[in-house]
């Protein structure tokens, strides 16, 4: 039966594979720096890696918003959520996962009469608006530095075009482990409580958590829907929103890697910690939201704005305001009918 329920979850890593590789290697296929096949492998390999490495810090962000209590629960809280990115997936906007999932545990928060946890839902939405800016500012100070340097060498093209090719293949890989990382919480995590998975040991060599259990089945959801319905967001990304050149397409992908690794990298919150700096903190960002304002910070400084494609930029902006709120409406509608006509507990109360 948990299998059946995680199903859900599944479909929601699928959607995310198919929705979010674009972010880290959309540039990059976009400028024919690289094909679509070898950036969907690159992408699964690490993607994987990412999940079942670092994935656990964004996951016990996520749970705090809302902590679903019920598998049936978890399980409509994750449909909705995948419906969401699939419908917008199929019209070729790169959208948000994590938006969708949190509208999703919304809903579920409203429906059970669980409190929501505003606190943790304005720390989530915060980041929805810092992850684009702190994006557009890293991409634009970066290629600003990286134009003036190659001016200053004078490289010769054919060097310059094979430092750029493995720029981005390095910028990509990165990319999709801190994705795996950050992301994995969206597609298994809200399952981590309710989980009954045992944990299984090797020779008392090393354990796996039923957690990281779900991160690998996780990870691997998002790397097969790369392979199967990756490319069309990936050619959005790449071409619809301004034409880049194969530098530019670096330095969007770089800028996108590192904001997703400062949101969701527990040694590094550990070490500003200790050194008694301001910390990031580690919540599932969106990483469509973090590439896309990498494009927009480089072309602002590249044509102070000319290049980019104003109207297709609204319409994306539309498409993440209506995401949230989709989710909330398909997540409510969803619990009510599973829990009246399917006679399926949807929530447990909380005294």
């Known amino acids: 039966m948990f299998a059946f329920f995680l199903s859900s979850g599944l479909f929601l890593g699928w959607s995310l594979g198919a929705n979010d590789a674009a972010n880290v290697f959309g540039a990059a296929v976009g400028t024919r720096m690289l094909s679509f096949r070898r950036a969907a492998l690159y992408c699964g390999i690490f993607v994987i890696l ?9 996951a016990r962000t996520l749970n705090d918003l809302g902590g679903v209590n019920a598998l049936a629960g978890a399980f409509v809280v994750s449909l909705a959520a995948a419906l969401t990115v699939y419908w917008l997936t199929s019209l070729g906007y790169p959208v948000s996962t994590t938006q969708a999932l949190v509208g999703a545990i919304v809903g579920w928060d409203w429906f059970s009469g669980h409190a929501v946890d505003y606190a943790a839902l304005e720390q989530i939405v915060l980041s929805w608006l810092a992850s684009p800016l702190l994006a557009g500012i890293c991409s634009a100070a970066l290629y600003t530095l990286i ?7 004078k490289i010769h093209m054919f060097n310059l075009d094979s430092l750029t090719r493995s720029g981005l293949i390095l910028a990509g890989v990165a990319g999709a482990y801190a994705l795996g990382a950050n992301n994995i919480a969206n597609v298994v995590g809200i399952f981590i409580p309710v989980a ?17 259990q779900l991160f690998l089945l996780g990870g691997v959801s998002i790397a097969v829907g790369t392979f199967t319905y990756g490319e069309r967001v990936m050619l959005t990304v790449g071409r619809g929103i301004a034409t880049m050149s194969p530098v530019a397409a670096f330095v969007a992908v770089a800028a996108n890697a590192l904001v997703l690794f400062l949101f969701s990298s527990q040694d590094l919150r550990a070490f500003l910690l200790q050194c008694g700096l301001p910390s990031f903190p580690l919540v599932p960002v969106s990483s469509s939201q973090a590439i896309v ?18 109207r297709m930029l609204g319409r994306i902006s539309a ?20 829990q009246n006509v399917f006679q399926q507990n949807t929530y447990f109360p909380v005294r």
Not at 196 to 212: H, N, R, V
Not at 293 to 310: A, D, H, P, T, Y
């Open 50 to 58: 990412g999940a079942v490495v670092s994935g656990a810090g964004a």
């Open 147 to 153: 134009a003036f340097l190659i001016k200053r060498s």
């Open 293 to 310: 304002g990498s494009i927009v910070g480089i072309g602002l400084v590249k044509g102070r704005g000319r290049g980019i494609r104003w």
């Open 196 to 212: 009954p998975l045992p944990e299984f040991s090797f020779g008392g060599l090393f354990k796996i958590t039923a957690a990281e």
């Open 319 to 338: 498409a993440w305001a209506a995401t949230p709120v989709f989710a909330i409406l398909i997540s409510f509608v969803s619990l009510f009918i599973f």
